[in-house]
């Protein structure tokens, strides 16, 4: 649920514009929501190993929240392409 | 610190102190042969109201932006700061320790400001106290407000600057000290430039700025309090100003452009107004502004032109150095106008001259602050050489000197250096010479060797009076002779003696003459003072006094007798005495002299009476043509000869200057064309007197006419003997002005009143000027028609001003007049053309009554006479004054009316002319009949104008006629003139605002685009028109009209968009730009005029607002996202690695143990290694070896054991990362199994029955096939007994696995062997 927070909010920045918005956009999408996913990995993969792990039935766990941060990473990466849009037009102008 | 700043004040007084003594010294001595020194030191108007015990200064410095250029960063000007801070500082310690020394003050408090300025669009006010007045110390001003002086931007000017420092004098608690020296220093680098003009051509900022300036010179000397009134204020503060200019090549040259001759010019005027340094060679030349002729010529401030920033330095502290020369130099103060009264004490010419001891001492002097000064004094030059001083009271001869600490020396005219042992006769002998008013000016002079030259030149007027006593050099002005003749004269009745010249008097030098004869011993006639030039005689009554003024001219000065009766007349000669005396007034009424004389005059016997007596003018009595036709004139001389008691009376006549023959004549009789002549006439006693005419002759009327005449007649009177008795000349002088009549033998006349045939005409002929007649010298000329005329009767009459006459009469004294003739009513039969003659009679009759009279004869032509069918003397209505070509034809009333005929009818048959190429027309056709009213006439063009510019005059003919049954007369034409004046219509218009098209949010790469918003129109008529960017630019690239608009009459309007030259540099845009359109029209012929140069008449250039954003760098973009991608994925890496190495996946050392065994391992290919002398059983009872776990491995004997992550499956890294068992025996070839764990960050990777085999001797075991070789096998057992058979299971699976990586590590080789066998 963080990090599907995480990515909506990434999404939800991407509708506004300015360097501070995209640059919050790429912290969230790109960096904050795969740290978040690898700490979902690794205490799942432990739950795992466990005897009374039960995953999801139609919808695995690991498989999901994996393609929840590759689509935040993915939002991430349109941030920090704006950002560094931004920041070449500050560069010139 | 407090050390460090006593030390650097020190030092800088110790500057001050060396620009003082030095500075000037160099300045002498390296100043050119010939250059004149600039003597003028500020601080004037304080030093004259006593010692000076404060300064204030002003430092107004420019910060425009185009010092960035000259002085980046400010360094020079801040260095340039600092020193004159230090400077002030080190003048108010020297100073003030020099007042204490001197005890004549509590010290010099120097308070200094510090100013801004520069100009911005918009932005108020351009200059900015950043330092307010305050005492001048090494915190203030503060570095902080010179560095805010500092900050460079904007552009130049120098009003917000001045009025600056207005309002910190103005405000400043000390501004009603008269004893505080105010000093303005103003720096600046450039031209007044308010708008930035001086560097492009921006010819709408252009008048922006010039009108800017305008104002500003307004201001400048203004004295109305509604303006700022600049130089009035800094008089009335009695500021001193210093100018620093860096001066570049515009300034100097003024120019290149007319816009920069403005900006030059202005500038200088004001540099002018403010130091009336008319001799800085910034200046030469320069005329004062409107208004500053005064300010410009009064000396308060001086100009230093530098070359280059880094002298600012060395100007500033010159400007302090001179500072401090004028608060130490010593002062010399005059009260002018103060007239010492001086007279002298003693006998004159050896006496002393005293002052007026109730006067104010002449001038005060102040000694310096250090050093000594020596004085001159220099008096004016009495008469004969003798030299007034001027002096302190004692040692008047000496040079005083003042040293510091003096008290004031006080300097008054006190005596004379008149040497009282010098003899009288040496003063007598001298030339004496006077001024024509004497004032003489004293002058005193001070060397102080701190000044380059002598201070205190100094002028005060004294009004001296002469003694009382008598002078010497009256004799240069009266000239009086000591004997004079004298003559009988009866100029008003009684019989007198008078004699001229008795003196010639100049007028005096100053003051007043009073010159009178005074009786004298022998004076027995009685004589009176006279003045000569008056006339009849000599004037003045008796006793009369003459007075002379300065400046009068000479006169000469006679004396007349009392009235004498004839009967004591004596005969013979005989001789009086007569005394004269001259008084000499002062103006302030002393008596300068007082002189008498006494001459004798010989008084000779009258005259006989003179044989001609003359009383009235001479004047021309007749003028007649000769019978040889030559022109003669009888003049009566106005004299008469008188019968002589005894003797004989003659007279002859002599010729006049041009040598004409004058003859004695008589009044010839009428109609007569000669008379006699003589060349004398006598009389004897007894005869009656006769009057006296002459004449002369000449060739043509004009050579006696039009001038003054002299003649001259010379009497004689002889005794009986026949000796001349007496004899006399009278020049006589007459006045030669015939009426001169000129008639013209033909001339026309018109008729007067409207023709109509038929009978019962109204009409008459006149004729104008038909004899222009000058007016007689006397008498009166009669001119009037001849009773019987030649051809038609007409009776013509003639007309004085128009009005009827039967006769003209010209008076003497009248002006010229002209004589008009007109007929009596023409009969029906004359309605055409034909000649009348006239007969005109002249008859002059003169004052003395005799009279002449001619007929003259000429041919009047009477022409045909049009009717009057127009009037047109109304205005017409203006056709067009300035605004647009109309689109229709041009009407406009004529002012000019149809008048209804009295019979028949009358038509308007057409107007002539044309406006523009296009004719005149009628409306509609008009015709009136008798019964009809007047009808005013309106006109208009045969179709619309040519859309081109149209002023000038047109000129239109109207044409009437009347028709009277069968008659037509000539038809009436009335010719009007009219201005007629267009534009062209205006063909840009603009409705909407502009805007960018596109509307882009980034820089384009192209050309920006804007649609202005206006269209351009097609001509209306003729020619072609184009549309051009008038003026306007974005960034410093200029528009251009996007496309080729060209129109011709009859297209469609066209929208204009414009766009910029080029692409826009890429950079942010939030500004407005302007632009100004411009319609180009040419005409079919090539002529060329632009139009609506405003797309909006009457409004602003047109601005669009842009706001662009620059474009990004998509490569630089690129490379910045993908490193920070990077970035985020590395520190991802990183976050997982170090989750994971905190987990070694190593089984506790507590909850197992490792057990071993020895084994025999047999290498044999296709079933791998066997395992001999082993049981696993056996083994997993045996003994166990201690199990330790430490830095992540795990050891149990010579056996060590790592888990080492596999950071290269991204999946697994994901899931906590695989891991891979490496178990590590020395000199032994080792195999574990399980060899790898699954991603499972928290579960230990081996598991108990994890099985460890080492074959021993490796690497150097032996491979081949059947080999033997010892091993050794570990076993992971839990250190429970619970799972120890589940770990049994478990060892024998791992070992078989253990076994076969065994197998495929040593195969290969084994393979190999085999086959080689």
Not at chain 2, 74 to 98: C, M, N, P
Not at chain 2, 710 to 728: G, H, I, M, N, W
Not at chain 2, 774 to 784: A, K, M, V
Not at chain 2, 1168 to 1191: N, T
Request: glycine letters at 12%.
């Amino acid at each position: 649920m963080v990090v599907g927070a995480a990515v909506a909010c990434a999404f939800v920045l991407l509708r506004h514009t300015g360097p501070a918005a995209n640059l919050s956009g790429f912290l969230v999408g790109a960096v904050a929501g795969p740290s978040l996913l690898i700490g979902f990995l690794v205490i799942n993969s432990a739950r795992k190993s466990g005897q009374k792990f039960g995953d999801w039935r139609w919808l695995p766990s690991s498989p999901t929240m994996a393609a929840v941060g590759l689509a935040g990473w993915a939002a991430g990466a349109a941030h920090v392409w704006f950002y560094a849009t931004e920041v070449t037009r500050w560069l010139v102008g | 610190m407090a050390g460090r700043l006593n030390a650097r004040r020190a030092v800088a007084a110790a500057a001050a102190v060396l620009v003082l003594s030095t500075g000037v010294t160099l300045v002498v001595a390296t100043a050119p042969a010939g250059a004149q020194i600039d003597d003028w030191q500020p601080c004037e108007a304080a030093a004259d109201s006593g010692r000076i015990e404060r300064i204030e200064i002003a430092l107004v410095i420019d910060r425009s932006g185009s010092l960035e250029n000259v002085d980046p960063n400010g360094t020079s000007r801040r260095r340039a700061l600092y020193g004159t801070r230090e400077s002030l500082v080190g003048l108010q310690e020297s100073v003030s320790q020099l007042l204490g020394e001197s005890n004549s003050g509590a010290g010099l408090g120097i308070d200094v400001a510090l100013v801004a300025f520069d100009a911005r669009r918009g932005a108020g006010a351009g200059a900015e106290t950043v330092a307010g007045f305050a005492r001048v110390t090494d915190e203030h001003p503060s570095d902080g407000a010179i560095q805010a002086a500092l900050s460079s931007g904007g552009n130049t000017d120098y009003g917000p600057a001045v009025e600056e420092a207005l309002a910190l004098f103005e405000g400043s608690p000390n501004a009603a000290e008269a004893t505080t020296c105010r000093i303005l220093v103003m720096f600046t680098d450039g031209i007044l430039d308010p708008y930035d003009t001086a560097s492009g051509n921006r010819p709408s900022l252009e008048r922006q700025a010039e009108s800017h300036i305008a104002n500003l010179l307004d201001d400048l000397c203004a004295s109305d309090p509604g303006l700022r009134r600049y130089r009035q204020r800094l008089g009335a503060l009695g500021v001193s100003s210093y100018v620093a200019v860096l001066a570049n090549d515009d300034f100097r040259r003024g120019a290149g452009s007319s816009h920069l001759d403005v900006l030059a010019g202005a500038s200088k005027q004001m540099f002018l107004a403010l130091t009336g340094h008319v001799a800085s060679p910034l200046l030469r030349g320069v005329s004062a502004a409107a208004g500053c002729e005064s300010w410009s010529a009064e000396r308060s401030g001086k100009v230093v032109e530098m070359e280059g920033i880094g002298e600012l330095v060395g100007e500033l502290t010159d400007v302090v150095g001179e500072v401090g020369l004028a608060v130490r130099a010593p002062r010399i103060r005059c009260t002018p106008g103060v007239v010492p009264e001086v007279g002298f004490a003693g006998d004159w010419p050896h006496g002393y001259a005293i002052s007026d001891p109730a006067g104010e001492p002449l001038c005060v002097v102040t000694p310096p602050l250090d050093g000594e000064m020596v004085l001159r004094a220099g008096g004016p030059q009495l008469p004969g050489g003798a030299v007034w001083l001027i002096g302190s009271g004692a040692g008047a001869e000496e040079s005083p000197r003042l040293t510091a600490g003096d008290e004031d020396l006080l300097f008054d005219v006190t005596s004379s250096r008149l040497p009282s042992d010098e003899p009288v006769g040496a003063v007598e002998g001298a030339t004496i010479e006077i001024a024509a008013t004497w004032f003489p000016d004293a002058e005193l002079r001070a060397a102080w060797p701190r000044q380059p030259d002598e201070v205190g030149v100094v002028s005060a007027p004294l009004g001296i009076d002469l003694p009382d006593r008598e002078v010497y050099w009256i004799e240069r002005l009266v000239d009086c002779r000591e004997y004079q003749r004298a003559g009988w004269e009866d100029p008003d009745g009684g019989v007198r003696a008078t004699a001229a010249g008795l003196c010639a008097v100049e007028g005096p030098p100053a003051g007043e003459f009073e010159m009178a004869l005074v009786p004298d011993g022998d004076n027995e006639l009685g004589w009176s003072a006279a003045r000569a030039g008056d006339a009849g005689g000599l004037g003045p009554a008796p006793g009369e006094t003459v007075l002379l003024a300065p400046g009068d001219p000479s006169v000469s000065i006679g004396a007349r007798s009392q009235v004498l009766a004839l009967a004591e007349a004596p005969s013979e000669e005989f001789e009086d005495r007569v005394g004269y005396r001259l008084i000499w007034r002062s103006p302030r009424g002393s008596v300068l002299a007082d002189r008498s004389w006494s001459a004798a005059i010989a008084v000779r016997p009258p005259d006989p009476d003179p044989p001609v007596e003359c009383g009235a003018e001479a004047q021309v009595t007749a003028a007649r043509q000769g019978v040889a036709g030559e022109w003669a004139i009888v003049v009566d001389s106005g004299c008469r000869l008188v019968s002589p008691p005894q003797g004989t009376s003659g007279v002859t006549v002599t010729g006049d200057a041009r040598g004409r023959a004058w003859q004695l004549t008589e009044p010839p009789p009428e109609g007569e064309q000669s008379w006699p002549t003589r060349d004398s006439i006598a009389l004897s006693p007894g005869e009656p007197d006769r009057r006296l005419f002459v004449g002369v002759s000449h060739p043509e009327l004009e050579g006696l006419i039009g001038e003054d005449i002299e003649f001259t007649l010379v009497s004689t009177r002889y005794d009986e003997a026949s000796r001349v008795v007496r004899q006399q000349r009278a020049t006589r002088r007459v006045a030669v002005y015939l009426p001169v009549v000129r008639c013209e033998s033909d001339v026309e006349a018109v008729r007067v009143g409207v023709a109509a045939p038929g009978g019962g005409s109204e009409q008459r002929a006149r004729a104008e000027r038909l004899c222009t007649v000058d007016r007689p010298p006397n008498g009166f000329l009669e001119i009037r028609p001849a009773d019987a005329p030649p051809g038609p009767a007409l009776g013509w009459q003639t007309l004085v001003d128009g009005d009827d006459s039967e006769v003209l009469i010209v008076e003497s004294g009248r002006d010229p007049a002209v004589l008009d003739v007109r007929s009596g009513p023409l009969r029906s039969d004359l309605l055409g053309p034909f000649d009348s003659g006239i007969d005109v009679y002249l008859n002059w009759v003169s004052a003395n009554g005799h009279a002449s009279g001619s007929t003259w004869r000429g041919v009047v032509a009477v022409q045909e006479d049009p009717p009057v069918l127009l009037d047109c003397s109304s205005a017409p209505a203006s056709p067009g004054s300035g605004g647009e070509i109309p689109e229709r034809p041009l009407a406009f009333d004529t002012g000019c009316v149809l008048l209804t005929p009295p019979a028949g009818d009358v038509a308007l048959i057409g107007v002539e002319g044309a406006v523009a190429g296009v004719s005149w027309r009628l409306p509609a056709p008009v015709r009136l009949t008798p019964s009809d009213d007047d009808r005013r006439i309106h006109i208009e063009t045969d179709g619309v104008l040519p859309n081109e510019p149209l002023n000038r005059t047109v000129t239109f003919e109207l044409v009437a006629a009347l028709t009277v049954g069968d008659y037509t007369p000539v038809p009436d034409r009335e010719e009007r003139n009219v201005q007629v004046r267009f534009q062209p219509r205006i063909r840009i218009r603009c409705t909407e605002p502009p805007a960018i098209l596109g509307n882009p949010v980034e820089v384009p790469e192209g050309p920006l685009v804007v649609d202005t918003g206006c269209v351009l129109q097609a001509p209306a008529a003729a020619g072609e028109v184009t549309v051009e960017v008038a003026d306007g630019e974005v960034a410093g690239v200029g528009w251009v009209v996007r496309g080729d608009v060209r129109l011709e009459a009859g297209d469609d309007d066209v929208p204009i968009l414009i766009e910029t030259a080029g692409p826009l540099p890429n950079r942010r845009y939030d500004a407005f730009a302007e632009f100004s359109l411009a319609a180009i029209w040419r005409s079919p012929d090539g002529v060329e005029q632009s139009v609506g140069s405003q797309p909006a008449p009457g409004g602003a250039p047109t601005e669009v607002a842009v706001a662009l954003r620059a474009r990004p760098n998509s490569g630089q973009a690129a490379l910045l996202a993908v490193a920070l991608l990077v970035g985020g994925l590395l520190a991802g890496w990183l976050l997982l690695a170090g989750l994971g190495q905190r987990a070694n996946r190593l089984p506790s050392s507590g909850a197992y143990r490792l057990v071993s065994g020895q084994a025999t391992a047999t290498v044999t290919p296709g079933t791998g290694v066997k395992l001999e002398g082993f049981d696993l059983a056996q083994l997993l009872q045996g003994k166990s070896e201690p199990l330790i776990r430490r830095r992540g491995r795990l050891r149990a004997g010579d056996l060590t054991i790592r888990v080492q992550r596999q950071w290269w499956n991204p999946r697994d890294l994901l899931d906590g990362g695989r891991a891979a068992v490496t178990p590590q025996v020395k000199n032994a070839l080792v195999a574990a199994a399980p060899s790898s764990g699954r991603p499972d960050s928290l579960r230990p990777t081996l598991a108990p029955g994890a099985v460890v085999v080492a074959l021993e001797s490796a690497p150097s075991v032996s491979k081949q096939d059947g080999d033997r070789h010892r091993a050794r096998v570990w076993v992971l057992i839990p250190s429970g007994g619970k799972q120890a058979s589940g770990a049994q299971q478990n060892a024998e699976r791992n070992l078989r696995t253990a076994r076969d990586q065994l197998r495929k590590r040593v195969a290969p080789k084994s393979a190999t062997g085999a086959g080689k066998r």
